[in-house]
């Protein structure tokens, strides 16, 4: 296995977290995977990885800006709301 570095480890749990609100939001909506995705112009598969928090086994996802905008006005929330406090801090050191 690859070894990661601190803030490697920081991403992987933060977007652990993201799945976690990305998955009680949709819950919360009694709307389906399929349905949030596509309504957010996403294939069911990416989305479901995006909750997962992961992109490929044991490799984080890595969603961009634009996917989680939209999924955030799919869902009717604030991008906030999505986003885990505290963020990682990704600053080359």
């Given amino acids: 296995m690859p070894k990661t ?3 490697d480890d920081e991403w992987r749990e933060y977007v652990k977290r993201l799945g976690v609100n990305l ?3 949709r819950q919360q ?18 989305y479901q990885k995006f909750e997962k928090g992961e992109s490929m086994p044991g490799t984080p996802a890595n969603p ?9 006005q799919v869902l009717g929330v604030d991008l906030t709301d999505l986003l885990p406090e505290p963020w990682p801090d990704l600053r080359a050191k």
């Fill in 23 to 25: 998955q009680r939001a």
């Fill in 5 to 7: 570095s601190p803030a």
């Fill in 29 to 46: 909506r009694r709307l389906s995977q399929e349905r949030v995705a596509y309504d957010a112009g996403l294939s069911r598969y990416t």
């Fill in 64 to 72: 961009s800006l634009h996917n989680v905008m939209a999924i955030a």
